[in-house]
């Protein structure tokens, strides 16, 4: 069975730094297309960054987060930097085994077949 178990949020100061940390048993996902996602209350949850080969990112996180990944741990990073309010969301990991060619496809969570429990990460003013 696949897991996927997201780590490492709280609370934090604007302009501060967290790393999350998205662990996956059960499988394998080192040549899977593997993301992080946002939900904010009252909001659809919504694409922040994209690891398969290269980086993607939404633009509202481009040069302050940076998405990695440990294929020899199984383990998928975030790290967060020059955290503002308006990051303040439930973050979630999601992994898919499916393939598409472009990128469109992968920034739409509907296409991710798994899905951790999601990390709240906090930001004050």
């Known amino acids: 069975q696949v897991q996927l178990v997201e780590s490492g949020g709280g609370l934090v100061q604007a302009g501060d730094s967290l790393r999350l940390s998205c662990v996956a048993s059960g499988g394998t996902f080192s040549s899977s297309a593997m993301g992080w996602f946002r939900q904010a209350p009252g909001k659809e949850r919504e694409f922040v960054a994209l690891i398969r080969g290269n980086t993607y990112y939404s633009d509202s996180v481009k040069g302050r987060f940076t998405i990695s990944r440990d294929n020899g741990k199984n383990t998928l990073y975030l790290q967060m930097n020059s955290l503002k309010p308006e990051d303040t969301a439930v973050y979630y990991c999601?992994?898919?085994?499916?393939?598409?060619?472009?990128?469109?496809?992968?920034?739409?969570?509907?296409?991710?077949?798994?899905w951790g429990q999601g990390t709240q990460v906090t930001v004050s003013s």
């Open positions: 999601a992994a898919t085994t499916r393939t598409y060619y472009g990128n469109a496809f992968y920034y739409r969570p509907s296409n991710y077949q798994y």
